[in-house]
């Protein structure tokens, strides 16, 4: 049972341009959402977040959307990089869970 | 200076073996998780440690027993290992309440 689901297992887009890398969750009581970023041979490395009683948190060239109605998440990143090209791991949990749960990640390919 | 490291990080080994994964973490968190990372990319938490005490266990075999000789270290010993046990396994770090998790580099476990 996939409560957090990224449905894009890669997407490509050219330098300077926007990426926006979706997530979709099942679980109502998911309070809170954060998005890492995983280079290969290392771990995933946190990068955003959000709390439910917000719609939007931006930090530089990341801004994080949340639909809670439509329980949807994107990640914006503008302009893209080349060094953003990594995979996007989206993670939900819920308070006083303690449990992170993960989707599958979406592969970002920057193009110079 | 490594927050999070794990050792070893790659363990080639033959089904019915034991052997361990150890992990530690120079962050001060009070917090330690093991997740696993399967062949379909799926990244899902095994055990959480707070104070050197389990407070998540999901449905893993028993052959898999965590152990957290204090606050800093938190390793993995696996019992007769099976085919199905190959994956990459990610150590991370926290504080409990917190939302921000710092992950350990992977260490990727093969059995033949």
């Known amino acids: 049972d996939q409560q957090v689901k990224q449905n894009s297992p890669s997407l490509s887009v050219q330098e300077g341009r926007i990426s926006i890398l979706n997530c979709d969750y099942t679980?109502?009581?998911?309070?809170?959402f954060l998005w890492y970023k995983k280079y290969p041979a290392e771990g995933p490395t946190f990068l955003i977040s959000i709390s439910s009683i917000k719609d939007k948190n931006e930090d530089g060239r990341f801004t994080v959307f949340l639909n809670k109605s439509a329980k949807h998440l994107s990640l914006h990143i503008v302009p893209s990089q080349p060094g953003d090209s990594a995979v996007y791991f989206c993670a939900a949990t819920a308070s006083g869970t303690y449990k992170y749960i993960f989707g599958t990640g979406t592969r970002l390919k920057v193009l110079a | 200076d490594t927050a999070v490291s794990q050792t070893p990080k790659y363990l080639v080994t033959q089904m019915g073996n034991d052997k361990s994964i150890k992990c530690e973490q120079n962050l001060g968190h009070d917090t330690m998780y093991w997740y696993k990372q399967d062949s379909k990319k799926f990244l899902k938490i095994m055990f959480s440690?707070?104070?050197?005490?389990?407070?998540i266990n999901e449905t893993v075999p028993n052959r898999f027993s965590p152990k957290s000789p204090d606050k800093a270290h938190l390793n993995l010993h696996i019992n007769s290992l099976e085919l199905g046990d190959s994956a990459v396994y990610f150590c991370?770090?926290?504080?409990?309440?917190?939302?921000?998790?710092?992950f350990g580099p992977g260490t990727r476990l093969t059995v033949l």
């Open positions: 440690y707070n104070n050197k005490e389990l407070i």
């Open positions: 991370a770090s926290g504080k409990l309440g917190t939302d921000t998790q710092y």
């Open positions: 679980n109502s009581m998911f309070d809170y």
